[in-house]
């Protein structure tokens, strides 16, 4: 299953996990790169290959964007805050995990 997990650059805890997905087998590819116009239409078709998405907060409005654009197509959308959790954010078109390894268990339960 390939993840594509949407934040900014220079979220600390985007790399961690990068890193514990990719050890329970999952595919992980990492957006919040500002883009070229160039870029733009790789970055679609990444968005369109990907399985699920993932809001890594905190970030920035790209990659609010980014996974707008996957729950439009439908594909199923993790938003993960690790340091607030607000039941507000669940939603039929996503739903809101507070760590890694819940949403690890999550990603379990589509496979």
């Known amino acids: 299953m390939e ?4 934040t900014s650059p220079w979220n600390t805890f985007q ?3 990068q890193a514990q997905l990719a050890t329970h ?5 990492v957006g919040g790169q500002p883009l070229e116009e160039a870029d733009r239409k790789r970055l679609r078709d990444t968005l369109d290959r990907t399985d699920v998405g993932v809001l890594l907060l905190p970030c920035g409005p790209e990659p609010c964007l980014e996974i707008g654009y996957m729950a439009g197509r439908g594909k199923p959308v993790f938003i993960l805050d ?3 959790y ?6 039929e078109a996503w ?5 890694g390894n819940e949403l690890v268990d999550a990603l379990e339960k589509l496979r």
Not at 3 to 6: G, N, Q, V
């Open 3 to 6: 993840i594509y997990i949407a």
């Open 15 to 17: 790399q961690s996990l």
């Open 25 to 29: 087998g999952f595919t992980v590819r």
């Open 82 to 84: 690790a340091n607030v």
């Open 86 to 91: 607000s039941p507000e954010i669940a939603h």
């Open 95 to 99: 739903r809101g995990v507070r760590s």
